[in-house]
């Protein structure tokens, strides 16, 4: 822990050394409660009083843009994101251009929402190519055209760093080094960001400078926890108490960076969480956000 924090147990966690964290900066993203549509979601949220929501796109389109707009509405929920675009690094060029068009279709979503940001996964690295390098150069290329869309839609692309694990999958930006490397090189900073999840990060020798480096880059920051006896990478995180991650050294870095958003709970569980009551799990992500962030 760094030097000067109070970090102390309680109820068998750690508490975060703060008196309390700031409630109105909760967000939940829609996945923590993924066999719910978007309508129960937000319904179960303003009972609870969670002020932000980060939404799925595919119960965005389940629910409809008209209708979620009034949810959204109704119940005074920000929404701190919209997950997600991207998977753009196909070396096809007709698959490529369906792939932009999906993503130019997202940041009309994200607009229409008003989302914080559109989270933006890159695309993992094809069995066809093989080749990383060339996969991340197409990436980058890509992005680069997607930011005048984004700026004219006023939608900031919020770069995803995942975990090295699911590089071949799901995306070739393992790293926030890598992220950015690549905001250097499309220098549009005013659209072009950086989500930070502590669950793809954690791990990562270089955390803290690069994410000093990041800076005011930062335009999302995700928690959960990862679990000593993970059994799918993707779909089976912790709740923030439960695992290895120090949240709170991450949470304190990015804030020491500039950031002053949501901090947003987004826990894919398929063996645990989603098997629960939304109101139940909504209750627990409350106290944890106290005790373990």
């Known amino acids: ?23 109105k900066l909760l967000s939940l993203n829609q996945v923590t409660l993924m066999p719910c549509s978007l309508e129960d979601v937000v319904a179960a949220m303003g009972r609870h009083g969670v002020p932000a929501i980060s939404i799925w796109r595919d119960k965005l ?15 005074g929920l920000a929404v701190s994101g919209l997950c997600f675009g991207g998977l753009i690094t196909s070396p096809d060029a007709g ?31 094809d069995p066809r190519d093989k080749d990383i390098r060339a996969t991340r150069a197409r990436a980058l290329d890509r992005v680069a055209e997607l930011v005048p869309y984004a700026r004219a839609a006023k939608v900031t692309l919020g770069l995803e760093p ?9 995306s070739v930006v393992s790293t926030i080094g890598i992220a950015n490397d690549w905001c250097d090189a499309l220098a549009a900073e005013d659209v072009v960001g950086i989500a930070v999840d502590t669950y793809a990060v954690w791990w990562d ?9 990041a800076g005011k880059r930062i335009c999302a920051f995700h928690i959960s926890d990862w679990l ?31 950031y002053a958003g949501h901090r947003e709970v ?11 009551d939304a109101d139940e799990v909504i209750r627990i992500v409350k106290e944890r956000y106290q005790t373990a962030v």
């Open 1 to 23: 822990m760094p030097a000067g924090t109070d970090d102390r147990m309680i109820g068998g966690l750690r508490h975060n050394g703060d008196d309390m964290l700031d409630a």
């Open 61 to 75: 389109h389940e629910c409809g843009l008209a209708k979620a707009r009034k949810l959204l509405e109704s119940e």
């Open 95 to 125: 698959e490529a251009a369906k792939a932009m068009d999906e993503v130019r279709r997202a940041i009309d979503d994200a607009a229409a929402v008003e989302a914080g940001c559109l989270v933006f996964v890159a695309g993992g690295v």
């Open 162 to 170: 995942l975990h090295p694990m699911i590089c071949a999958t799901r």
């Open 205 to 213: 020798p270089d955390l803290e400078t690069e994410i000093r480096r």
């Open 228 to 258: 000593p006896d993970t059994q799918d990478l993707r779909l089976d995180r912790g709740m923030m108490g439960d695992g290895v991650i120090d949240i709170p050294c991450i949470r304190r870095m990015v804030e020491a960076a500039g």
């Open 266 to 276: 987004e826990i894919f569980s398929a063996r645990n969480w989603w098997k629960q």
